[in-house]
Structures are given as structure tokens and as C-alpha cells.
């Protein structure tokens, strides 16, 4: 439990008491359970033949009865006592420390809570959430010291510090231990402000002990998790984001004093350290612990300049997350609790999110669908599986250990949270920037997940010999690959389940990818210069094939044997001919996406009613009875129809997307897919 500002004597009282309650609920359930095992005792009434056969634990009821009388005693002191220092108890509350506020966004901020807090009626909760170190206790305690002052609002001001993953039971003898009566508030009509601070479930206001919050009573909610302020009725919520650079900046020279950073004399490092500060990503607890690492220099050598140290300080951040942390032990401290209060299942889809270069947009969809690739959202259909995907997202958002980004469809992970992941995941996460792969003497053998995405690799060429047999995912997207690669890279990834090799200028792959008989996803999305595979027949577990927007005019080698397919994206293809021999055979297929540019080539289908038509043909698509999502080029609207009368019959719902090569079919096309 965080420190309670209490007093000492009353702080040991409440404690005594909550013993001696502890202790008397256990005696009355040693004596109900008694009774229950024994329904024929009447209370002082008990005949001679039971009194012989449970002697023993009549003497049994005879110390019970001791016991309790001992403490009725104790408790008739503990009243004694509580009388006599209740009258030193203050009737007000107690003073937080405060800390300075930049910027006029928090400052208004502030005073919308205070608003909110003093007024009479209105919401009678008012939730305050946002991720760790951004500053929410800081505020609260300014709201708190605000109305200590304000006797006219509240008649008592109580913070509680919950206790580190409190339940109900804790959460109430938290709040017990502030000496916080609310019950008596409420008979003599006192007006109170509590303040819960670090709630990590969400519990309605009765439960912890608030019957009604009417007449003037508040009650202010601090968490990190924004669904946890859901359990409160007619309640306000505030997030409190992070500073703007411009604010951060300007913390960061209040903290550190205008005569400290003049010691500062090039202008290069004055640069960096601002560069240093954006990447703090607006976090105020963070920046402050910054500032006082390098007025702890100033004090040390308070006439010398001080360039050289901290140029080696602003080396150190760029390079190592552990001097990052060692730094913010606090901060890293409260993110590593933010991670663990997260669901068993959810944990690894947050490291995997680390994968990502620094301040990378992700892709929500693009994530998800790893997730499901390397096994993170359990079984099931694709489209439930995506469902589960979402919840974790929003999990993760919740708990603000990812952030929206440029809308909806994408999300970020803060610098500070994604060091935070890496230091978590160790050596099981390998990443890695530069125009080479390391040696093979820098990449630990534990190394479960690997990324080389978005650098300046050109070659699939190893330095050294590997040892990547527990490697599960290699991401190497965005790469230029222009140059021969080694036939034999694979070798030594037997386990490898998902492989990346999308937007890349790649034209082959070596062989060595046919013997990675356990991989689960291939992309190869926009490899624009990809025109050859090698054969694929081996690759039996394969689940997603995805090589839309490539060169491929001919269907690779062994399609066919890939019978546990449930995702083919041949979008913007090449592809003249879809054979209808191979697709009949993907029985498990769920997402077929076809559509592309019919002029440069790619699939038409056809019917087989149509005479000399030699291409595919929909009714091969009748047997496949899991589709949930179907987009093909139809060749007129006629075949469209004998689709929906052949195509597959389903109790599923899909969707469908379908247009046709020609203008006008494609126009009575749309006509018979809104009748359907």
C-alpha cells in the first residue's frame, strides 16, 4: 500500500481494529459451521446423549466462548481509545504536495475538474485517466489541496492510495485506514470530497461503501484504464494527454533552471536535447527525471562546462533503453504494472506491437491479422477470430499502453512503452536497423520474434552460421532486396510461421523457402517485381498465401497441395487463368480476393453454361461452403446471377464485392446485387 498522509496514532488504531474484526469473523464462522454440522443443538439446550458423543467439542465451544469474551474486551478498548484520539483527528483533510503545471491546455483542464468537483449536483463522479507518468495524481492532488481550503464546498477531504491490484475487500480497508467515516458523513449531513488515486477495477459506488453521492458529496476516480470509470453512475470523464513539444520543452527548462541550461554552449546540443525531450513524447514525469540527470551534472561541477557529459548522456538514451529506464525507474515501474494488470492472453499481442520501429503508424488490421497468424487470438473462424483481435486492441487502448493514430484504422505505441516491452520481452524480441543482417554472434539464440522491417537491407545473404530454429516470426517488409540472394537462407528456420517479405523489390525467393513446411502466413503484398515462386507443395500448413499487386503471371508451382488454405489475396494479380482444379481442393478457404486491373492482365470468371469458355468458372466455387468475404471480376452480370444460384450454401453470412470488365454489365451487375 502507497503511503496514506495519516495520522500515525490514528493510522495504528485503524489497523487494530481491523484485526479484531478479522479475528471475530473467523470465530463465527468456526461456530456456524458447527452448527450446521450439528442442527440439533438449541442454543443453551443440548441433551445428555449429544453432550457425550461431541465432548470434545463442547470444550471446543467453551474456549470459543472465551476467546470472544477476550475480545469484547479488546474491542470496549479500542472504542476507549478511538474516542480520545478522534478528538486531535482534523475535520478538513490533509495537503498533497503539488507540482508546477506548464501549459494552458492543463491549466484548463484543471479548472474543468474544479468546476465539476465544487459544484453542487451535477455528476457526482468525476473520472481522471491517461497513461502512467502523464501527470493525473498531480492534478488530483492540486484539485484535493484546493478544497482543503475550501471550507464552504466540503467538510471532509480524504485521498486514499489504493493498494497495487486491490479487490473490493482491500479497496474498503483502504479507505478504512484514511479514517474516512462515510457512513457518519452521511447521517449528520457532511459534505465530503473522496479521492480514489491508482483504481485498477472498476467497483460501483455502493459496493466500496457510498450509498448515494447527492447533497454535496464527490468522489474523484484516478486510473490508467479508462473502462474502469464505466462502474460509476452519473459520472464525468477527463483523459489527460500528453504535453505538446512546445510544453514539454518549457517543463523541461523550468525544471532545470534558466542558469543551468546556459551552461549549455552548443547550440548542437541544446538541439538534442530537444530532440531528447520529443522523444519523451510529452510524458512530465519523464521529462522532469531528464532535466534533474543533468542539473545532478551542474551540481557536480558547478564551474565547469559541463558539453562532454551530458553529449555522453544524450548518447546513452539513443542507444540503450536500460539507461532510459534506470533513469525513470518509477515511470518504467508504473508501466511494467500497466502490462501485467492486462489478461494473460492479451500480454503477448502488446510485445508483439514492439516489432514496429519507433513511432510507427500501425495498421490495426495489419496487426490483428499477425495476432491470428502466429497463433495470439486462440481458434476459430477467421472472422471471430478478428472479433477476439478487436477486444484485445481495445484492451490495449484502454489501458493506454497504445494510442489512436491518424484516425481509426491505426495505432501507436509510445517510445518510452515500447522500450518498456522490449526490456519485458528480452531476448525472445530481436530488432535490428542497418543495410546487413548482424552477425550471427549479435542474435541470441532464446529470439522467438525478429524484425528488419522498413531499413536498407538488399540481400537474403546470413553472416555467419544461424541458429534460428525457435524463431516464429520474421518480419522484413519494406526492404529494398534488388540483389542475388542465398538458396539456402531459410534453412535453419523450421519453426517459422509467419514471413514478411511485403512492399520490397524482391524477384524471387530463394529455394530454401520450400522446406518450411510449418509456415502459416506468406506475403508478399506489392512485391512489384516478383515474377517467380518456387514450388510451394511442401507447405502444408499453410493458412495465408497473400501475393496481390505482384508480377505472378502463372500459378506457382504445387497450389495445389495447399489444402488448409484460408486466406488467397490475388488482388491487382497478374494471373490470365485461376485453375477451378486447385480451388475445389481449398475446403477451409474463408477470404478469396480477386479484383484487379483487367486491362494489364488478371482473372475473368466465367460460367460453364457459357459455350467456348475456357477460363474459371464460378460453379467451382459451389462446394466451398466457409467463404466469408468473396471479391471477383465477373464477365457479365449473367454469370454473376449463376453464382448466387450455384454459389455456396452457407448459414454464414458473407460479403461480397463483385465488378465486371465491362462498363454496362458492370451497371446491371450492381442492380442484381442490390436485389440480392
Sequence with gaps: MHDVLLNPELSAWVDRAIGQINKLNKYESQVRRREKSHPDIEAGQESEELKERTRGMCCLDIDARLVIDENIEELDTLINDGRSISKEFPTRGYQRQETNFVGSAVEDLKGAIWKSVSRRGGAGTIGIHGIAGVGKTAIAAAINNQ?????????????????????????????????????????????????????????????????????????????????????????????????????????????????????????????????????????????????????????????????????????????????????????????????????????????????????????????????????????????????????????????????????????????????????????????????????????????????FMRNQLRALKLRGSYSFNSISSLLLQGNSFDMNHDSDFFDGMSNLKILDLSRTNIFSLPKSLSNMTNLRALLLRNCTRLNHLPSLSNLKRLNVLDFSGTQLEQWPKGMQMLKNLRHLDLTQGKLDIFPASCVRKYRQLEELFMIGDINSGGCVWGSNKLRDWNGAYVESLSDLGHFAILELVFLNASVFKSYMEAGPKTADQYAYLATCWNFCENKKLQELMKEE
Design 147 to 451: 478544497a482543503v481550503e475550501a471550507p464552504e464546498h466540503f467538510d471532509f477531504v480524504i485521498w486514499v492510495d489504493v493498494s497495487d491490484g486491490a479487490g473490493l475487500q482491500q479497496v474498503q480497508e483502504d479507505i478504512a485506514r484514511s479514517g474516512c467515516h462515510i457512513a457518519h458523513c452521511f447521517k449528520r449531513e457532511k459534505k465530503f470530497l473522496l479521492i480514489l488515486d491508482s483504481m485498477w477495477q472498476g467497483y460501483s459506488p455502493s459496493d466500496i461503501g457510498i450509498p448515494e453521492l447527492t447533497g454535496g458529496h464527490k468522489l474523484i476516480v484516478i486510473s490508467r484504464i479508462s473502462s474502469v470509470l464505466n462502474s460509476f453512475w452519473e459520472r464525468e470523464i477527463h483523459e489527460i494527454k500528453p504535453l505538446t513539444n512546445d510544453d514539454a520543452w518549457t517543463l523541461f527548462e523550468h525544471e532545470l533552471g534558466a542558469d543551468n541550461l546556459s551552461k549549455l554552449s552548443s547550440e548542437i546540443l541544446i538541439t538534442r536535447t530537444k530532440t531528447a525531450i520529443q522523444d519523451l513524447q510529452g510524458l512530465s514525469l519523464a521529462i522532469k527525471n531528464l532535466a534533474q540527470t543533468l542539473k545532478n551534472i551542474c551540481q557536480k561541477n558547478p564551474r565547469t562546462p559541463m558539453d562532454a557529459e551530458w553529449k555522453e548522456v544524450l548518447d546513452c538514451l539513443s542507444r540503450s533503453a536500460t539507461f532510459l529506464e534506470n533513469r525513470n525507474h518509477e515511470l518504467f515501474s508504473s508501466l511494467r504494472e500497466s502490462y501485467q494488470n492486462l489478461r494473460a492472453e492479451t500480454q503477448p499481442c502488446f510485445l508483439f506491437c514492439a516489432l514496429y520501429p519507433k513511432a510507427h503508424h500501425i495498421e490495426t488490421k495489419e496487426l490483428i491479422d499477425y495476432w491470428m497468424w502466429e497463433g495470439l487470438l486462440g481458434s476459430g473462424t477467421l472472422t471471430n477470430m478478428r472479433s477476439n483481435g478487436r477486444q484485445r486492441l481495445k484492451e490495449l487502448l484502454e489501458a493506454h499502453l497504445l494510442e489512436r493514430a491518424s484516425g481509426e484504422e491505426k495505432v501507436k505505441m509510445l517510445n518510452l512503452i515500447r522500450d518498456m516491452a522490449l526490456a519485458v520481452a528480452g531476448e525472445q524480441l530481436f530488432i535490428r536497423a542497418g543495410d546487413t543482417f548482424p552477425s550471427a554472434s549479435a542474435c541470441p539464440e532464446a529470439v522467438v520474434r525478429a524484425s
